[in-house]
């Protein structure tokens, strides 16, 4: 590594319950094509590694409902060093319902909420009778994305000035919307699973540079990018059923 470069530190927050869907698979992917970054996994009883490090980039996974409710009880005494961190261009990547912890609040189907840490004014609700499942399809500055959705709950407000990427086929954040996700400079949250990342390589080196790994490198990228071909071409299909 070159020392004159400054270190790059990933953080996992809270594998132990974040980790619905595969979506672990993402920072093991990750860990791959970065060698030369540090990944470190903090569980809900550590002190975040953000609040005394500068790390790089933070990622969350999909977890259970209730454990949503511990994510934000762990996370709401440093909401103003998370505003602070994404202010400065701090890479997030929050999959499947974690950016609902981001979110105002979470509502529930008799109409009590959870109160979110509100660094987005959206919310989101649930319905734990019906579980939402698709396939989506989107592009995010040029890249065409894959992947999965399969939850209990969607996000509502306008996101029109803050969406992480537009659905070809799909929905975004709710049933009605075209709009996936959330994004502020470097945060991004999205409902699609699959793991993202694995499905997704193109928008892997894009993260990776945002990282400011310089020319990066795909790990087995022979394999990667042809199953990400092959699947692309599967999803354009007007005649596969989302």
Do not use: W
């Not at 791959?32 to 980039?57: G, H, K, N, Q, W």
């Not at 909420?113 to 989101?124: C, D, N, S, T, Y």
């Not at 959705?149 to 969406?163: C, I, L, R």
């Amino acid at each position: 590594m070159d020392k004159s470069k400054k270190p790059i530190i990933v953080e996992s927050l809270f594998p132990e319950i974040a980790n619905l869907f595969g979506d672990r698979m993402n920072i093991h992917y990750l860990k791959e094509c970065a060698a030369e970054a540090e990944f470190i996994d903090t569980s809900l009883t550590d002190p975040p590694v953000f609040l005394s490090r500068e790390v790089s980039m933070i990622y969350m996974g999909p977890m259970t409902e209730s454990q949503q409710a511990l994510a934000i009880d762990a996370l709401k005494p440093h909401k103003e060093k998370l505003v602070e961190l994404i202010g400065r261009g701090c890479v997030f990547l929050l999959t499947g319902n974690a950016m609902e912890v981001f979110e105002a609040y979470i509502e529930n189907e008799d109409g009590s909420r959870v109160e979110g840490l509100g660094i987005f004014p959206q919310h989101a609700k649930r319905d734990m009778l019906h579980r939402y499942n698709s396939l989506i399809l989107g592009e995010y500055e040029g890249i065409r994305l894959v992947g999965f959705k399969a939850q209990f709950s969607h996000t509502y407000g306008d996101n029109s000035g803050q969406y992480f990427y537009k659905v070809i086929r799909g929905c975004g954040i709710h049933p009605s919307s075209m709009l996936e996700g959330l994004k502020e400079n470097h945060f991004f949250g999205t409902y699609t699973v699959g793991p993202f990342l694995l499905l997704n390589p193109l928008f892997v080196k894009y993260l990776l540079s945002l990282l400011g790994i310089e020319k990066p490198v795909l790990a087995h990228e022979e394999t990667i990018m042809a199953s990400y071909r092959k699947r692309l071409a599967e999803f354009e299909n007007e005649k596969l059923k989302y």
